[in-house]
T-cell receptor, first 109, second 113 residues
């Protein structure tokens, strides 16, 4: 089955810093989503981005489907950005959303 | 719009007991899903449904049953709970296809002792 790898596994930032999270996948996909799981366990949809670039406030995401990777950019990080960021994909000719193991982000004041 | 809701939020079971988790969505979505999340891991698909009256197996279906009698509800059952089923369970829904954006509920934390 498709493999989804996220890097880095852990990231520690000071408030105000910028960061880039990466998601690599091993096969062609027709669905890619980024989620933020906050410290209370709630999963929040960030982006639905099987291809192209999207922006939402301080966050933006780019998926280069032909090269099988996606990037999540966080600018001017805040303590409320802390949590785990997951990338999830659905490979072509399959019907299951497969999650990566996540990047744990800690932002300190 | 409440989105996707789950009942209950927390539950503690003893080994061998049974229970049902309820998921409800008010977005008229065709597809619904049940996932489990174990510590330090991403979510894994248990079962899913592509419409009222249908169900299908996901990655980790053993020990669980599901039913979709109404379009807006998706039930997850544990007939004989085991400690290995201690996990956080998430329900999700999407409009029509698995490649549509999936919307997640708040989760149910289940502990089996």
């Amino acid at each position: 089955g498709i493999q989804v790898e996220q890097s880095p596994p852990d990231l520690i930032l000071q408030e105000g810093a910028n960061s880039t999270l990466r998601c690599n996948f091993s096969d062609s996909v027709n669905n890619l989503q980024w989620f933020h799981q906050n410290p209370w366990g709630q999963l929040i949809n960030l982006f639905y981005i099987p291809s192209g670039t999207k922006q939402n406030g301080r966050l933006s995401a780019t998926t280069v489907a032909t090269e099988r990777y996606s990037l999540l950019y966080i600018s001017s990080s805040q303590t409320t950005d802390s949590g785990v960021y997951f990338c999830a994909v659905v490979a072509y000719n399959t019907d299951k959303l497969i999650f990566g193991t996540g990047t744990r982000l800690q932002v300190f004041p | 719009n409440a989105g996707v809701t789950q009942t209950p939020k927390f539950r503690v079971l003893k080994t061998g007991q049974s229970m049902t988790l309820l998921c409800a969505q008010d977005m008229n979505h065709e597809y619904m899903y049940w996932y489990r999340q174990d510590p330090g891991m991403g979510l894994r698909l248990i079962h899913y449904s592509v419409g009222e009256g249908t169900t299908a197996k996901g990655e980790v279906p053993d020990g669980y049953n599901v039913s979709r009698l109404k379009k807006q509800n998706f039930l997850l059952g544990l007939e004989s709970a085991a400690p290995s089923q201690t996990s956080v369970y998430f329900c999700a829904s999407s409009w029509r296809e698995t490649y549509d954006q999936q919307y997640f509920g708040p989760g149910t934390r289940l502990t089996v002792t």
